[in-house]
């Protein structure tokens, strides 16, 4: 038993706050009142004055990197790292080795989360055979084994026919198609953006226009399709005004942008920090600006963390050989409430629901909600606490974070999935 004394529970926006008690039983939420008599011979008592408790995470676009790329992350450590972060539900992209693009690798990452992973896994498949562009994959087998969407992330589906028929099928086996929009004749040897830095330091720039065209595209064949396309990692103020249009256009659109988007500019490359080399690139504080307000209206949907672990011999690189990718899990609360909470005046509620009711309304979970009789799975926030982004304290095998050295206000110090503490005041035991 558990009992949560002096909580303020942020389920949603709508949450009136005042502080109240919570009693976990086994796996549920038994109680939620004032004055639960406490009893600290069969229960573990946690104090929660002064803190905020909200329902667990949840994040539709990760890297696990297993299998293939065990020396950057693998199923164990990617889920204790996001466990670190609060997330209880993680969706990992196929891009390993091999990709996930069959039944087979989809039941295979399933039953290693089970053998190894504290928390939720759910394997995101292939929308091409290989990654290839060319040949679609195993679709409706996948989503039988529990693919829960489909992807090639990390590469753009370039053919549009092939695009189309994705969709097609897509709908047929009601799952939704994650896409990467970025046209690589247009990307093709960029490194940052295209724009002051890149004329600055000499590297070379992709245009904002690589991902709105293939936006526009994606949503052109939705709406023939009338499939349900995600757009992840949306990072220009063009790819949010046209996302709107097609809401009010009655497309079915959903679409997530990343903490690193929403708090970091083009700038943060200024001294060649490989650790700010990301895809697609970090863009100008305009775009940052539209991302926020696209956030706000609810034209973008939801937060994806893109947590993209790579080895150090991987980024100490020149800046054109480095791997593009930052570690994401463990400081996306932090960075979310620091950037949209505190800067923005974005309500705590909000932050909520892009973390836990918005992408899992994107694959089709139900909502995790703190209330009598729901499965315990909950954080417990300290909303004033003011750390330092370091690499010893990282959890992740990889250190590859943008955020490294940085300033963040808040911090996730408990979290508890299924009745299970996987992290207590700032110490993780899973
Ligand atoms: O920066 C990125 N890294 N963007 C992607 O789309 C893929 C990812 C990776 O797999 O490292
Ligand atoms: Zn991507």
Redesign the pocket.
């Known amino acids: 038993m558990i009992l949560i004394k002096n909580a303020q529970i942020v389920n949603s926006i709508h949450d009136k706050l005042e502080k109240v008690d919570i009693l976990i039983v086994d796996d549920k939420i038994e109680k939620i009142g004032k004055g639960i008599e406490e009893n600290p011979n069969k229960m573990i008592v946690i104090d929660a004055s002064d803190k905020y408790v909200m329902p667990s995470f949840t994040d539709i676009h990760c890297?696990l990197r297993e299998p293939g790329f065990e020396y950057k992350e693998d199923i164990k450590s990617g889920s204790r790292s996001a466990a670190a972060g609060g997330f209880t539900t993680i969706c990992c992209m196929p891009?390993t080795n091999p990709p996930i693009d069959n039944r087979a690798m989809v039941a295979y990452i399933k039953y290693r989360a089970k053998e190894v992973s504290p928390i939720e896994v759910f394997p995101v498949g292939a929308i091409t055979k290989g990654f290839s562009g060319e040949e679609l994959a195993e679709i409706g087998f996948m989503k039988e084994e529990g693919a829960i969407a489909i992807s090639d992330?990390?590469k753009c589906v370039m053919n549009a026919n092939i695009m189309r028929n994705a969709l097609l099928y897509s709908k047929d086996f009601s799952i939704p198609v994650i896409s990467?929009c970025e046209d690589t004749n247009l990307s093709e040897g960029g490194q940052i953006n295209l724009g002051y830095v890149s004329t600055i330091t000499g590297l070379r720039g992709i245009p904002r226009e690589a991902e709105s065209v293939i936006v526009a595209r994606d949503i052109l064949l939705a709406k023939e399709t009338k499939a349900h396309l995600h757009i992840t990692h949306v990072s220009t103020k063009e790819s949010v005004r046209l996302i709107k249009m097609a809401k009010e256009w009655g497309v079915n659109v959903t679409a997530d942008t990343c903490p690193h988007y929403i708090s970091l500019t083009e700038e943060e490359v200024l001294g060649f920090n490989t650790n700010a080399k990301?895809?697609p690139p970090l863009r100008t504080q305009e775009d940052v600006e539209a991302l926020i307000e696209g956030l706000k209206e609810g034209v973008i949907d939801c937060i994806s963390t893109?947590h993209?672990p790579?080895h150090k011999d991987e980024k100490n690189v020149e800046f054109n050989l480095a791997?593009?990718?930052t570690i994401g899990f463990e400081t996306a609360f932090s960075v979310l409430f620091t950037y949209l909470v505190e800067k923005n005046g974005v309500e705590l509620g909000k932050v909520v629901e892009l973390l836990n009711q918005n992408p899992r309304k994107v694959i089709g979970l139900p909502p995790n909600v703190i209330r009598e009789g729901q499965k315990a799975n909950l954080v417990i926030v300290d909303l004033k606490k003011k750390w330092e982004v370091k690499e010893e304290n990282i959890v992740s095998k990889s250190k590859n974070s943008v955020f490294l050295g940085k300033f963040l206000t808040s911090y996730v110090e408990t979290v508890i999935y299924n009745g299970k503490i996987l992290k207590k005041d700032g110490v993780l035991n899973c």
């Open positions: 890297h891009n992330d990390g990467h990301v895809n893109d993209a790579h791997a593009s990718g």
